[in-house]
């Protein structure tokens, strides 16, 4: 249980979005209302998408479609690519979710990217020349140039979101 609420709680703090709006808390602003429930639309599907519970995985896509007007960062894409995976995945479909991600600069997305030319996942064949491009591109993002979260975390991150949970946790017990 702990690596499980150890992963959901990185994922929630790792998917704050960043907006233009620098009203201050309980202001009230109508700008202010729309990122919190933003906000709420992305910790939600995420909290969803994470039980592993294929029923909320439509009220998740729900959300998400919803959080996609508003985002900048490529969370959205990167989580619907996650559902999609958690579904069965749609190979053409995930990929192209998942450069649009890593086009706007979702580590996740880049190393999960890496990780599909790399092993090969989701696809037949690996591809090492685009395993390496996508492990530079990670290097060159803010994040990893901060530190957090290196490309191995990011890459320990991904391997938790698409592994299965197991019936304990998807019920939420210990």
Same mark, same amino acid.
């Given at each position: ?110 190393? &999960? &990217? ?26 060159? &993002? ?33």
């Amino acid at each position: 249980m702990g690596k499980w609420m150890l992963l959901t709680l990185s994922l929630l703090l790792a998917g704050c979005a960043s907006h233009s709006c620098d009203d201050e808390p309980l202001s009230g602003t109508p700008c202010r209302d729309e990122r919190l429930l933003h906000q709420n639309d992305m910790l939600q599907a995420k909290l969803l998408i994470a039980s592993g519970d294929l029923e909320n995985y439509e009220l998740a896509r729900a959300l998400l479609n919803r959080a996609a007007a508003d985002d900048t960062s490529g969370e959205v894409p990167f989580y619907q690519a996650v559902l999609l995976i958690r579904e069965g995945p749609q190979v053409d479909e995930v990929l192209q979710l998942l450069e649009t991600a890593a086009g706007r600069g979702h580590p996740h997305a880049t190393a &999960l &990217l890496y990780k599909v030319y790399a092993e090969p996942y989701l696809i037949s064949e690996a591809d090492p020349i685009r395993a390496q491009s996508y492990r530079a591109a990670y290097a060159e &993002l803010d994040v990893a140039k901060s530190g957090y979260p290196s490309f191995e975390q990011a890459l320990r991150v991904v391997d938790g979101l698409l592994a299965a949970p197991t019936a304990a946790q998807a019920v939420g017990t210990p």
